[in-house]
């Protein structure tokens, strides 16, 4: 009860959300009459303006507001959604918002229930911009080759990075990047990309596709000898489609080569680096292969149609001499000596009388070459003849033995040892002048030129002289008999002593003398 004068004033408070009706009793006296009545009140209810406490948000984030108040479906709702696109709500919500640009935005909302107003809630939201992944890498690439993958986010503030490279492996850069990834596996192989954490996330992703790399390989000889051909074959690996980029070097293709074989030919010696390149629908591989070409050696020589037995011969190589590296091997049939290695002229002699076969082998690190001839050995002249020792001044018989097999002589030179010579078969005899040693030498000219000599010694004697003395002596008488023979640089070695009557009156003494 309360008590006043009039004019009153009573506040009445409504928090239940809904009318309230309140009776009222009002009681007036003045002292002495007492006047009651009787009021019935409706009171509405106060509406209140809360709702969801707002929390920053990312551009790309989807917001939900939801009004948190008293106020009944009856209310209206005044809604300020500043910046804000509506995708959905009305009246008291939930409202899902979106904010594209970022920045800082009021929200506010004020209740009416019939005549009543609610206080304004006011609200901000702060909407940052969201990153925006994104990265830029080869659409295709050759299998183990490196992609360098490069980031193209925008709206990064210190986001975590998230990468997947699939099958990829990195070889270099973390965090943002750049990257370094080899990858292995052919097809087509994911790389995505994840920023940011919590509401503010952004994903891209794309495929990168890894082509079979061909694989070059070649197989053929590490060497050749010049003016040889020789053929290379591709023995990799790429599809039916590749294209083969060959450069020989120094070699010459001696056809068109097709796709995977070269036949090539080298005129010159020395190394050669010949290279293929492999195209695989893009995809590159790069083979070498060296060849060492050799000089081909031509082997030579010249020789005589024939020689003598027992000559010397010295045979000379006449073909490409001089090549480094060769090495020469020599084999004279019955020659003495009979084989040579590792030398271009070579010396033998040759004694058995016929064909020998004469031949040489160059080898240059396998690169060879023979040839062969034949010399044939004429025989010597057996040379002998017969002399007999003799008496200064008396005829030496000499008599000619000399012949010569498979063939004839034909010429002779004679040389009796006291500056006298002669060139007829058989002299016959000579006749010394002066006693002493002689030596009588035959030199011998089959009709093949073939030359020999010999030699035979005698002794010329010096002629003795024979004489005596004797005395006077009657006939029938003794005499005496004085031998005054002498040989000069000698002795005598036999006497024989005769007696002749010549008369009565004369005897006649006749010494004989030899020498033996």
């Not at 409504?14 to 002292?31: D, H, K, L, M, R």
């Not at 992609?147 to 990075?161: C, E, F, G, Q, V």
Request: contains cysteine.
């Amino acid at each position: 009860v309360q008590t006043c004068a009039l004019p009153i004033c009573i506040t009445l408070n409504n928090n239940s959300g809904v009318p309230t009706i309140s009776t009222y009793v009002v009681t007036a006296t003045n002292g002495t009459c007492v006047l009651h009545d009787t009021i019935n009140l409706t009171t509405l209810p106060t509406p209140s303006s809360s709702f969801t406490p707002l929390t920053n948000a990312c551009s790309s984030d989807t917001i939900t507001v939801q009004y948190t108040g008293n106020a009944n479906a009856q209310a209206i709702y005044n809604w300020t959604f500043s910046g804000a696109t509506v995708i959905s709500g009305s009246g008291a919500g939930p409202y899902q918002l979106t904010f594209p640009i970022a920045g800082t935005y009021p929200l506010a909302l004020t209740v009416h229930y019939s005549t009543c107003p609610s206080a304004t809630s006011n609200d901000t939201i702060t909407i940052n911009a969201g990153p925006i992944a994104n990265f830029s890498m080869p659409d295709s690439l050759c299998n183990g080759s490196i992609a360098t993958i490069i980031d193209n986010s925008t709206n990064l503030n210190a986001l975590p990075y998230s990468w997947n490279f699939g099958s990829g492996t990195i070889v270099s850069g973390n965090g943002a990047g750049p990257y370094s990834v080899q990858f292995n596996t052919t097809g087509n192989i994911p790389v995505a990309l994840t920023l940011g954490s919590g509401s503010c996330v952004s994903n891209y992703s794309k495929n990168i596709f890894i082509k079979t790399t061909p694989v070059a390989s070649l197989t053929g000889p590490a060497t050749m000898c010049s003016n040889d051909t020789i053929q290379l074959t591709f023995n990799g690996t790429a599809s039916a489609n590749a294209i083969y980029n060959w450069a020989f070097g120094g070699l010459t293709a001696i056809n068109t080569p097709i796709p995977q074989t070269a036949q090539l030919i080298d005129n010159t010696s020395g190394k050669d680096t010949i290279r293929l390149v492999v195209n695989d629908n893009g995809c590159l591989d790069t083979t070498i292969h060296v060849i060492t070409t050799y000089q081909q050696p031509i082997a030579n020589f010249i020789l005589p149609d024939s020689i003598c037995s027992g000559d010397t011969i010295t045979i000379n190589s006449v073909g490409n001499i001089g090549i480094p590296s060769s090495f020469y091997n020599w084999t004279v049939n019955g020659g003495t000596p009979n084989s040579f290695s590792n030398t271009t002229t070579i010396v033998s002699s040759l004694t058995s009388v016929g064909n020998h076969p004469v031949s040489l082998t160059i080898n240059n690190n396998g690169c060879v070459d023979s040839y062969s001839d034949t010399v044939y050995v004429n025989p010597l002249p057996i040379v002998q003849f017969t002399a007999t020792n003799a008496c200064e001044g008396t005829p030496v018989t000499i008599q000619n033995q000399t012949i010569v097999n498979g063939g004839t002589i034909f010429s002779q030179l004679w040389n009796f040892g006291d500056n006298q010579t002669t060139m007829v078969y058989d002299p016959g005899t000579h006749t010394y002048l002066f006693d002493g040693p002689y030596t009588i030498t035959l030199t011998a000219t089959s009709n093949h030129s073939c030359k020999a000599t010999t030699s035979n010694n005698l002794i010329i004697y010096d002629q003795p002289n024979a004489g005596f003395t004797s005395d006077s002596a009657c006939f029938g008488k003794l005499t005496h008999l004085t031998d005054t023979s002498f040989v000069k640089n000698d002795i005598i070695r036999s006497e024989e002593h005769t007696s002749e009557l010549q008369s009565h009156s004369d005897l006649v003494c006749r010494l004989l003398l030899e020498k033996k």
